[in-house]
């Protein structure tokens, strides 16, 4: 028997049947990422603050090194992860196509265990969605699957009076009560809605509102909701939002990006919520 209070508030503790059922998790997904063409990598857990999304927030746990540096524990693999390959990726010695098994850290001493795929070669999101389906058959798991644009509430803010902080922090009143129609765009979640919808949207915003409903059409899943005005925890998205969530818990979060000019897709698998939802 483990006590909770042998081990900090926030970090992970897999023994016996349960590290077991960890283990499996890992090797079957690894497994169908090698079947179609990933290579693993492993970063450090350490890196130099500046290298770490969000430098300012309290949630990176800091420490200095030998020369006074400020050092962070990794709270982001994916910008790590193309920091590291990109010159190699432009040389073209290595592919294109990553994915890790390795935790992240937050302050203070939460530790999140996960799964991250990075693909350098398209940023589409459609077949990075196929293929977590592929995944979540093979695990006899039917989640909510929602997706979401994110370029469309930053178009919000500079075609509404509403600040990009109300998305990120979910203020449903102060974004409902701006204008008719963001509150009409709140109430959207089925693909007629959006095509309903779309008549009425101001030209700025209707050819991301045409791409989300692009990607819908394309979808053939009964458990699809639309969410325009979600915004992700993660800045660099910037492009078509795709998340899996069971029970409120968020099990697979993706999306394209770019950082550094370079044009990607990924997505991280919350291995934590997906062993309890198993459970």
Request: aromatic residues 10%.
């Amino acid at each position: 028997m483990i006590l909770s209070h042998e081990i900090p508030k926030g970090s992970k503790l897999y023994f016996g049947k349960e590290a077991k059922r960890k283990r499996e998790l890992e090797n079957l997904i690894s497994n169908l990422l090698y079947q179609d063409g990933y290579e693993e990598i492993s970063t450090p857990s350490f890196a130099y603050l500046e290298h770490q999304r969000d430098t300012t927030s309290r949630e990176v746990v800091r420490i200095v090194n030998q020369y006074n540096q400020q050092i962070a524990l990794r709270n982001d693999s994916t910008i790590d992860t193309l920091r590291l390959l990109s010159p190699h990726i432009k040389e073209e010695k290595v592919g294109k196509k990553w994915f890790y098994i390795q935790p992240v850290f937050t302050y203070p001493t939460t530790e999140i265990n996960q799964i991250g795929v990075e693909n350098f070669e398209s940023d589409c999101v459609l077949p990075h969605i196929q293929l977590c389906l592929e995944f979540l058959k093979k695990l006899s798991l039917s989640p909510l699957l929602q997706i979401s644009n994110a370029k469309i509430p930053k178009l919000c803010t500079q075609e509404f009076d509403v600040e990009l902080e109300d998305f990120e922090k979910i203020n449903l009143a102060k974004i409902q009560d701006t204008h008719p129609f963001l509150k009409a765009l709140m109430g959207v979640q089925t693909l007629k809605d959006l095509e309903v919808l779309l008549k009425e949207a101001p030209n700025a915003l209707k050819e991301e509102l045409k791409e989300l409903l692009e990607l819908a059409k394309s979808l053939e899943y009964e458990r699809l909701i639309l969410a325009p005005l979600f915004y992700a925890p993660m800045p660099y998205y910037d492009g078509m939002l795709f998340r899996f969530f069971m029970y409120n818990k968020t099990i697979i979060l993706g999306g394209s990006y770019k950082i550094n000019d370079e044009k990607a897709c990924g997505f991280g698998i919350y291995t934590d919520h997906l062993l309890s939802i198993k459970e």
